[in-house]
């Protein structure tokens, strides 16, 4: 035989051994829903019978309808456990929720009591800086400008925080117009005779201004300063910013002293010294050294006579003088 012969002999075996393979798939398939169809149609007796074996209950049902029932009653089954479930989830994430708005809640309330407390306090202030600036006699805001301020309820906490900041807003004004006050206060102090005459100790005061009597001749004069007894040597200061009009030495009297003129009419004399450190004509700060405690002239022994004048009257100088100064002290 030929090739093509052969070939063509093994192509038919082939042919047909894959008809019959897939014909026997489908006898079994056929066979298999058969069967089941088979099962479905078959009926089935379901019988009740209660304990008193009277009214016997039975129906009669296909086995699809059988099938069908049990698998609508499995499906409702697991709907509902899985209905449970995420219900009983759901449950426990409110109840979370609800202890987190509780404990935020009362975060809240505490809030709202320091936020009171805050604007009671601030009214407090408020009356204190209106009676410090009554006292300093500046100028306030009118009442009309600040109604928005005094009808504010405590429940309405960002009302009560409007008023705060409104009361704060304010201040910052209040304070500027008390921070120009103390630097014109400021540069006033130092031009007026305010600070101790001694650097970095007080000493002490053995005579005061007034009538007294004269240590050495012990008749009753005007003693027209105060004497400030300490160690020779301590470091006389000037008590004001000034212009020294007077160096000079008097025997019988004052020993070494000078006199320094000040601003609005106030002259100060520093006697008895044992060293002058300035010059007639000289410029000189408050707080400046000029000169050091001594017992030159007519003096009993070491202190320094200092005397205050405006114009021409004498005055009390501790009248004046800050006996706490931190510049000397």
């Given at each position: 035989m030929?090739?093509?012969?052969?070939?063509?002999?093994?192509?038919?075996r082939?042919?047909e051994?894959?008809?019959r393979?897939?014909?026997?798939?489908?006898?079994?398939?056929?066979?298999?829903f058969g069967?089941i169809?088979?099962f479905?149609?078959?009926q089935?007796?379901?019988?009740?019978?209660?304990?008193?074996?009277?009214?016997?209950?039975?129906?009669?049902i296909?086995?699809?309808?059988?099938?069908?029932?049990?698998?609508?009653?499995?499906?409702?089954?697991?709907?509902?456990?899985?209905y449970?479930t995420?219900?009983t989830?759901?449950?426990?994430?409110?109840t979370?929720?609800?202890?987190?708005?509780?404990q935020r809640?009362?975060?809240l309330?505490?809030?709202?009591?320091?936020?009171?407390?805050l604007?009671?306090?601030?009214?407090?202030?408020?009356?204190?800086?209106?009676?410090?600036?009554?006292?300093?006699?500046?100028?306030?805001?009118?009442?009309?400008?600040?109604?928005?301020?005094t009808?504010?309820?405590?429940?309405d906490?960002?009302a009560?925080?409007?008023?705060?900041?409104?009361?704060?807003?304010d201040?910052l004004?209040?304070?500027?117009?008390?921070?120009?006050?103390?630097?014109?206060?400021?540069?006033?102090?130092?031009?007026?005779?305010?600070?101790?005459?001694l650097?970095?100790?007080?000493?002490?005061?053995?005579?005061?201004?007034?009538?007294?009597?004269?240590?050495f001749?012990?008749?009753?004069?005007?003693?027209k300063?105060?004497?400030?007894?300490?160690?020779?040597g301590?470091?006389?200061?000037?008590?004001?910013?000034?212009?020294?009009?007077?160096?000079?030495f008097?025997?019988?009297?004052?020993?070494?002293?000078i006199?320094?003129?000040?601003?609005?009419?106030?002259?100060?004399r520093?006697?008895?010294?044992?060293k002058v450190?300035?010059?007639?004509?000289?410029?000189v700060?408050?707080?400046?050294?000029?000169?050091t405690?001594?017992?030159t002239g007519?003096?009993?022994?070491?202190h320094?006579?200092?005397?205050v004048?405006?114009?021409?009257?004498?005055?009390?100088p501790?009248?004046?003088?800050?006996?706490?100064?931190?510049k000397?002290?």
């Amino acid at each position: 035989m030929s090739p093509v012969h052969h070939y063509k002999r093994a192509e038919k075996r082939f042919v047909e051994r894959v008809l019959r393979f897939f014909s026997s798939i489908g006898d079994f398939f056929a066979k298999f829903f058969g069967a089941i169809a088979g099962f479905f149609r078959q009926q089935v007796t379901v019988m009740l019978v209660p304990h008193s074996e009277r009214n016997i209950f039975n129906f009669r049902i296909s086995a699809f309808s059988m099938v069908v029932v049990i698998f609508l009653i499995v499906c409702m089954v697991l709907t509902f456990i899985l209905y449970s479930t995420r219900f009983t989830g759901v449950s426990d994430l409110l109840t979370d929720k609800t202890q987190v708005l509780e404990q935020r809640d009362a975060d809240l309330e505490v809030i709202r009591d320091q936020i009171s407390d805050l604007l009671n306090t601030s009214r407090v202030f408020e009356e204190s800086l209106h009676s410090t600036l009554d006292s300093l006699g500046l100028e306030k805001r009118k009442e009309e400008d600040k109604g928005d301020r005094t009808g504010v309820e405590l429940g309405d906490d960002a009302a009560e925080l409007t008023a705060v900041k409104g009361l704060l807003q304010d201040s910052l004004e209040y304070f500027d117009q008390i921070a120009k006050m103390l630097q014109a206060q400021q540069s006033l102090i130092v031009e007026l005779p305010t600070i101790w005459p001694l650097r970095d100790v007080r000493g002490y005061v053995t005579s005061y201004f007034g009538p007294t009597t004269h240590p050495f001749t012990k008749h009753w004069y005007l003693h027209k300063g105060i004497d400030i007894a300490y160690s020779r040597g301590t470091k006389v200061v000037s008590t004001a910013d000034g212009k020294v009009i007077e160096k000079a030495f008097d025997v019988n009297g004052y020993g070494n002293y000078i006199v320094i003129k000040h601003k609005y009419g106030f002259y100060t004399r520093y006697a008895h010294m044992d060293k002058v450190y300035v010059k007639e004509g000289q410029n000189v700060q408050q707080g400046e050294v000029i000169g050091t405690l001594g017992s030159t002239g007519l003096s009993t022994g070491p202190h320094l006579h200092y005397e205050v004048r405006i114009g021409t009257q004498v005055v009390d100088p501790q009248r004046y003088l800050d006996f706490n100064s931190s510049k000397n002290f």
